[in-house]
């Protein structure tokens, strides 16, 4: 039994994008402090499932639902899912022409403390915030002058992301391959930030592909997708297993099923 | 249409000028532009028609410019309003050109006009007033910048033009603002000369108000080593039509374009650009943007010329579009029409609609949908608006845009 109530409740999802199934009936339950790693290959329904949990209007749920906070969120839009904690690090992150950094950072933070009934920052105040937050993530000031992630490094996009993160402190932080593109130092940076932001109060998804981020954030439950489906959940001793065996198995599970 | 009626029948002004007398012979045996033409054919016929439906207004009411003075230093003119300025100071010089210097360069002007393609300034000068024609000569430097606004009272039709000669050496930023009122339709009619090596940074922004018309021609010649830059922005008319016409007479000049054009409701506004190389060496960057929301129309046809004489032209004409309705409509068709063998020469358009991922990514960072679509479409604008000199009104033309409908 868990002490406190689970953060995220995904309830045997079905979802499609044009009339064509994606997700087939996935289930996954997150309790504050916890960390999920998510693996699989290549179209298994990873990035789909992060992107429905977040709200993306381009999916639509068939059968199934999503509860966060024990409330059911199917039908929130994604900034009021944002708002109430839930966040996405995207895997490639868009790149805005023509809108500050700073701006944008500051209208996503300031929409999360309404919601949480905080006051809002103006310029000066969230200049001090973003400030402390930037140290987490080793990036230089001058970032935020920029375009959101117009001309940025692929780490210096994870990087900015993690950024986000930390400002919107959510409940529950679903990392769509952010160790994807990452040298070794950045992925560091990367790994110190997010285990800098998580605690007791927050849970953590984690997609990957690969061992090394796991190696720096040790998850407590690392699931398998195929096929739109999660077939095998485990420990993190699952993940180095993938390692070794690869993927190939995953499909002889699936012609199984 | 009471003003063509007006033209026919011979009685459109008392006491005409010279000059409004021959614009006046050249529309008389066919008073409307041809409707058929490639410069007309897309241009909403019943719109033109209410354009043309006011009378002609020559005592303007008194003006309040609605912008606060950018600052002090700006030099801030209103034409019609009995705007005498002789400026002589340590490094530059502004002096309005007398009615001999107006009359002749107007009318060098008229002697190659062609009814069709210059209908819109034949139009114009057979109309305005002495009153309402600005002239100025400039020369110099550290001049400060100039603001120059035109507009149109309510219920009725004006005519306004602008001479500007800009001497060799001068450099200067002018910021040119039009305003329509309700129920107003406005001509306003632009010539600028720039001498050698003479530098113009221009702004030109034109906004209405319920049922406004503007027709807006603006007309440069270009000497050589000079440089012109425009930024444009034209919204919130029922009908607006900015016709642009640069001619580089000897080449070696520069020439960069940003214009912008936003329709919503059902409103038509278009953009008709045409640039004259005429000598070699010539360069022109010039991009127009449209965006097209509800029912309305967005139009913009380019076309550069590059005659045999104009070798080594670097010329390069973007249209770039966004469709924000389904009712909504955007024509564009940016040319190029090149004799010579030695250019580099490049054109392209595009349109699109926001960008879905752009809009989720922002509402994933609790963002709302109406939130990220201002941010979004102000980074589209940001690089017309940037463009604009005389920045303070930047800002507030960026709130302007998003904020009124």
Known sequence: ?257 | MKIIENIKTNKLIDKQTEIQKICHQKLQSSPLPNLKSELWRLSNKSKISKFLDYSVDEKDPKFDVPYPKNSKSNIRLIIGEDCQIKLKEENYSIQQLNEDELDKYIKEQISCFDQNENWSDLLNLSLSCKKNILGLKINGSKIPPIEIFSHASNNSFNAKTLVIFLEKNCNIELLQVNFGKENSSLSQSTFIHLEENSSLNHGVVSYGENKSNLLNSLNVIQQKNSKYNLGSLHFKFNYARFEIQIKQSVGHAKTNIKSMQITKKDEQISTYTKIDFNGPNGFLDQINKSLADDKSHAIFEGSIIVPKIAQKTDASQLSRNLLLSKLAQIDTKPQLEIIADDVKCKHGATISQLNEEELFYMRTRGITLTEASKLQLSSYFQEIISFIPVSKDRWDLLDKILNEN
Not at chain 1, 17 to 31: A, E, F, M, Q, R
Not at chain 1, 61 to 72: L, R
Not at chain 1, 226 to 246: N, V
């Open chain 1, 1 to 257: 039994m868990k002490e406190s109530d689970p953060i995220l409740e995904v309830d045997n999802l079905f979802a499609s994008t044009d009339n064509l199934p994606i997700l087939k009936g996935v289930s996954l339950t997150v309790y504050p402090g916890e960390i999920h790693a998510i693996m699989g290959r290549n179209g298994c329904g990873k990035s789909t499932l992060s992107k429905i949990i977040a709200g993306h209007p381009s999916y639509n749920i068939t059968n199934g639902c999503i509860k966060f906070s024990g409330a059911n969120i199917n039908s929130l839009e994604p900034e009021e899912r944002a708002q109430s904690g839930i966040f996405l690090g995207f895997q490639y992150p868009i790149e805005i022409p023509g809108v500050s950094n700073l701006e944008f950072l500051r209208v996503s933070t300031n929409s999360r403390r309404k919601f949480l009934n905080k006051e809002e920052l103006d310029t000066f105040d969230f200049e001090e915030l973003v400030k402390e937050k930037l140290e987490l993530v080793k990036m230089d000031h001058a970032f935020l002058s920029r375009s959101v992630n117009q001309g940025f490094s692929g780490g210096e996009k994870k990087r900015n992301e993690i950024l986000q993160m930390a400002l919107l402190e959510p409940k529950i932080a679903i990392l769509d391959e952010t160790d994807s593109g990452l040298d070794i130092d950045a992925l560091r940076i990367v790994a110190s930030g997010i285990k800098k932001i998580s605690n007791e109060q927050t849970g953590i998804i984690l997609i990957t592909h690969y061992q090394r981020l796991l190696d720096e954030i040790e998850p407590n439950y690392v699931h398998v997708m195929a096929d739109g489906q999660i077939i095998k959940t485990g420990g993190s001793d699952l993940a180095l297993e993938l390692e070794k065996k690869g993927y190939e198995w995953t499909d002889d599970f699936v012609k199984e099923m």
